[in-house]
């Protein structure tokens, strides 16, 4: 069973421009989370995917946007960036059922810079 | 608006001892939550969760507790080691809101041995 793995690990970008960050869920997921960790601060919900549809957005503008793709990997996309977008960007995936989501299991995490 | 509160930035304890760590939240519809462990350079790792309907679950030397009516839970470990050395976050998660899982801003434990 393979977890969950992102990519790049880090990434330094300049104001103005756009970034897309790449993860795969772990194996028998549906469903992928992306989450924000600033520095000192806990993970902030960015948006869930499941069966390639957004399936819940925190407060978050539209220049985060998502994609789900039918083997469950997905893309976090981030246009006209701003400085305080450098932070930790996490992607977490579950398994969603009539219950709802339960446990979510992090990749590692990309660090992205923003000058 | 922080719905999830972690008040103690951090924690330490002697190893063998207990490890007591609190959250608390604002949100009387979470009826869902969970404990993560973060290590520098890793993502968070599930530890343990509780629902809504319970008031305590047990996995090993840890333990969750849940006061609804205090909208209080806590994670306790006992015997406290050094590999527990990490940063707690607690989360949690309201049906009616989807599946959005609020973080607090976590509690970095320092275990000495």
């Known amino acids: 069973e393979t977890g969950v793995t992102q990519s790049p690990t880090h990434l330094i970008k300049t104001r103005g421009q756009q970034v897309t960050l790449r993860c795969s869920s772990q194996?028998?997921?549906?469903?992928v989370s992306w989450y924000q960790q600033a520095l000192g601060q806990g993970p902030q919900f960015i948006f869930q995917y499941y069966r390639e549809e957004e399936n819940g957005r925190g407060n978050f503008p539209p220049r985060f946007s998502g994609l789900q793709f039918p083997n469950y990997s997905s893309e976090l996309n981030v246009n006209a960036l701003e400085l305080d977008d450098s932070a930790l960007y996490l992607c977490?995936?579950?398994?969603?059922?009539?219950?709802?989501?339960?446990?979510?299991?992090f990749g590692p995490g990309t660090r992205l810079t923003v000058t | 608006d922080q719905q999830v509160k972690q008040n103690s930035p951090s924690l330490s304890v002697q190893e063998g001892r207990i490890s007591i760590l609190n959250c608390d939240y604002t949100?009387?519809?979470?009826?869902?939550f969970l404990w993560y462990k973060k290590y520098p350079a890793e993502g968070p790792t599930f530890l343990i969760s509780?629902?809504?309907?319970?008031d305590k679950n047990e996995d090993g030397r840890f333990t969750v507790f849940l006061n609804k009516s205090a909208k209080h839970l806590s994670l306790h470990i006992v015997p406290s080691q050094p590999g527990d050395s990490a940063v707690y976050f607690c989360a949690a998660r309201a049906t009616n809101t989807g599946n959005q899982f609020y973080f607090g801003t976590g509690t970095s434990l320092t275990v000495i041995p």
């Open positions: 977490a995936s579950s398994l969603l059922d009539g219950q709802g989501t339960y446990e979510q299991y």
């Open positions: 509780i629902s809504s309907i319970k």
């Open positions: 949100n009387s519809m979470f009826d869902y």
């Open positions: 194996s028998g997921h549906n469903t």
